[in-house]
Antibody, heavy 122, light 110 residues
Framework: EVQLVQSGAEVKKPGESLKISCKGS????????IGWVRQLPGKGLEWMGI????????RYSPSFQGQVTISADRSISTAYLQWTSLKASDTAMYYC???????????????WGQGALVTVSS | QSALTQAASVSGSPGQSITISCTGT?????????VSWYQQHPGKAPKLMLY???NRPSGVSNRFSGSKSGNTASLTISGLQAEDEADYYC??????????FGGGTKLTVL
């Protein structure tokens, strides 16, 4: 069974750093793009970026470029989303998802993690 | 980039059919023939319902169907059931090599 399991909820203060994880199982992790999606409280889905774990090729949404870092460690089938200095406006649910499409021009996510709630508050 | 345009809400009675529309621009829906749709129940992760406009992943009911014309894509749910009540999001690749989601449509089953 294809599965993505994310790290747990986090409560942080503004200015702190954070790295959340997404571990894949049930498939060859290195050979499928993994994406990250933000959902602000009560709002819709926002695509943040994707990474190809085999070579760590990464693409970012312009809205998130420079704000977060997406990385992966293929040896442990895990992708990461990282902040160096959190803001209150980063408070959201963050999902990782596997890109199931054979090409990025199609770019659909066929398996999603359970989500990780990040709360940033002083 | 602005989100693809979806109606904020739609409703229908059990057994009826409803259609959710998703409108884009020449940089996304018009430029690419692929659109996907996701269902999200409250407090849950999104679930892929349709991909490449009309294809259903294994396990998704054939009550869900899709179409696309120009810069507008549509998701139709026939034989509406209580369990269909959820938020629905469309998505499309863009000419900027990014992915764009719709703003989401809340489906209420009356």
């Amino acid at each position: 069974e294809v599965q993505l399991v994310q790290s747990g909820a986090e409560v942080k203060k503004p200015g702190e750093s954070l790295k959340i994880s997404c571990k894949g199982s049930g498939y060859t992790f290195a050979h499928y793009w993994i994406g990250w999606v933000r959902q602000l409280p009560g709002k819709g889905l926002e695509w943040m970026g994707i990474i190809y774990p085999d070579d760590s090729l990464t693409r970012y949404s312009p809205s998130f470029q420079g704000q977060v870092t997406i990385s992966a460690d293929r040896s442990i089938s895990t992708a990461y989303l990282q902040w160096t200095s959190l803001k209150a406006s980063d408070t959201a649910m963050y999902y990782c998802a596997r890109v199931g499409s054979p090409s990025l021009a199609q770019l659909w996510f066929d398996c999603w993690g359970q989500g990780a709630l990040v709360t940033v508050s002083s | 980039q602005s989100a693809l345009t979806q109606a904020a809400s739609v409703s229908g009675s059990p057994g009826q059919s409803i259609t959710i529309s998703c409108t884009g621009t020449s940089s996304d829906l018009s430029a690419y023939k692929y659109v996907s749709w996701y269902q999200q129940h409250p407090g849950k992760a999104p679930k892929l319902m349709l991909y490449d406009v009309t294809n259903r992943p294994s396990g998704v009911s054939n009550r869900f169907s899709g179409s696309k014309s120009g810069n507008t894509a549509s998701l139709t749910i026939s034989g509406l059931q209580a369990e269909d009540e959820a938020d629905y999001y469309c998505s499309s690749y863009t000419s900027s090599n990014t992915l764009l989601f719709g703003g989401g449509t809340k489906l209420t089953v009356l």
